[in-house]
């Protein structure tokens, strides 16, 4: 009987959060590949993902995910440490989640933390999708699901470098779920997201995160929310999306 191969998922900003959360739920049934750009953090996840799953099939590794060249390279090191030990092993799963934030009014806000935040929020997922996504199609089948925001939905008031670059991400997600229809089992999925207990908030703002942190949503959560989406099928079709909020805030 022909081995069936074990998927692969790529799950950016995944040192800490939602990202290493939803690694660690990942990781029990498949291969994960997180990335960060601090190496510390990046192998502190890895031993923790593996203790806590019994597996080894985590995969840490540095990257700048705005930089062409260190993502390719990434989707590179990925096939190669999982295609050569299961059969026909590629990319299966793109969870585009790595995001920056700053507290900013557009007046104060530089053009170096402008970019900063398009490219880690916006410009990763363009080039984490356009790396995977040949893969996909070879196989007719995969999932990504981008980790949006309702700052993807609504403007908010000293968030526009974040708002401009969430609502791209949805227009991403809105023009890439028709183009790859004809693939039949290729899914673009989109999670709106509100405030959740991480440390991008508690960096974002401090104060209102010591406040609320317990009413916020939890990265655990949301990572169980994503991993639904990922697997049920039935559920959740191409081009869907799940909005999920705090209702204590």
Same mark, same amino acid.
């Given at each position: ?64 995910? !705005? &930089?062409?060249?260190? =993502?390719?390279?990434? #989707?590179?090191?990925?096939?190669? +440490?999982? $295609?050569? /030990? ?51 199609? !070879? &196989?007719?089948?995969? =999932?990504?699901?981008? #980790?949006?925001?309702?700052?993807? +939905?609504? $403007?908010? /008031? ?33 999670i709106f997201l509100g405030k ?14 010591? &406040? ?12 169980? +929310? ?20 705090s209702n204590d805030i």
């Amino acid at each position: 009987m022909k081995q069936e191969a074990k998927k692969t998922a790529i799950i950016t900003g995944s040192s800490r959060g939602i990202g290493k959360q939803t690694a660690i739920i990942l990781a029990k049934s498949v291969n994960v590949v997180i990335c960060s750009r601090t190496q510390s953090e990046i192998t502190s996840a890895v031993e923790e993902i593996n203790k806590l799953t019994g597996n080894s099939n985590a995969l840490g590794i540095k990257c700048d995910v !705005s &930089k062409p060249a260190e =993502v390719n390279s990434l #989707v590179k090191l990925a096939i190669e +440490k999982f $295609g050569s /030990s299961t059969i026909g092993s590629t990319i299966d799963i793109l969870v585009n989640n790595a995001g920056v934030a700053f507290n900013r009014k557009l007046i104060d806000t530089s053009p170096e933390e402008w970019n900063q935040t398009i490219n880690s929020n916006l410009k990763s997922a363009f080039l984490f999708t356009k790396a995977v996504l040949p893969y996909m199609i !070879s &196989k007719k089948s995969g =999932v990504i699901l981008n #980790v949006n925001s309702g700052a993807g +939905k609504t $403007g908010f /008031s000293n968030l526009s470098a974040y708002c401009a670059s969430k609502f791209g991400l949805l227009g991403l997600a809105e023009s890439l779920a028709p183009e790859v229809r004809e693939y039949e089992n290729i899914r673009v999925l989109t999670i709106f997201l509100g405030k959740v207990a991480t440390k991008m908030w508690q960096e974002y703002d401090f104060r209102y995160y010591q &406040k609320n942190k317990s009413k916020m949503l939890q990265p655990n959560d949301v990572a169980e +929310k994503i991993t639904e989406m990922l697997f049920d099928t039935k559920t959740y079709k191409n081009g869907d999306s799940f909005e999920m909020y705090s209702n204590d805030i």
